[in-house]
């Protein structure tokens, strides 16, 4: 029963993190999905300190934080991955002394980079899947670089990644949001939505099997086979466009 609540939980991220993470691909922004995920961290880091709902605070933070990144446009002065890389350091750092509050400090952190995915429930399932289907529905919005749409873009990737970050951890979030939409960079440019989605895919599969058969951690196991297949894939489109 864990095996296929880890199982769906890999499954459905990867069903549209890869495709929202096109989109950072596009705009050249690395750093932003995973400043986000360790803002959201930082949210359910508080959330334990306070004994609160995690998620919530998780949400409201990561909410706030939205709204100071939609206000640098994209044609600032200030490099916008300089600008999420330095959130992504404080971030971490506020987080960290938040938990070395708490009795179990290193457990808490271990947890909430690498994901709690073995002990996934029903209800945790349905909210990433109602946030998923809600985040792709929103990225689809086209509002140009003004404040409204910069909101609509970054608030799909914290709708994305705040329930995600609790099952499979920020490492995973974040690997699910990259490493797919690498795999099938081309010249420049996005590659098919489709082909992420099954690189993820086949990624969460292989993981989380070998991760159950050899007793890995299985968010860590998934990262591994996402790196591993993203590689192979590429190679694989690179021959076959000689």
Known sequence: ?????SLAACL?????LPVLGQQILQRRIIFVDLALAQVAAVGYAVGMAVDGNGMLYAAVITAGVVVLL???PDKSDLPKEAVMGALYALAVSIGMMVLAMLPH???QMMELMFGSVLGVNETELMIMAVAGAV???LS???FGDHLLGRIIFYGSLAIAVVPAI????VILVFAMLVMPGLSVWRDGNNGSALQTVAVAAVASVCGIIFSDYFDYPPSSAVVVFLAAISLI????????NR
């Open 166 to 169: 609790y099952a499979v951890g």
């Open 140 to 142: 689809k919005q086209r």
């Open 1 to 5: 029963m864990i095996l296929w609540f």
């Open 105 to 107: 400090a290193e457990g």
């Open 135 to 137: 985040a792709l529905l």
């Open 233 to 240: 894939w590429r190679g694989i489109s690179k021959i076959k």
């Open 70 to 72: 939609a206000l640098f």
């Open 12 to 16: 459905l991220v990867s069903f549209y």
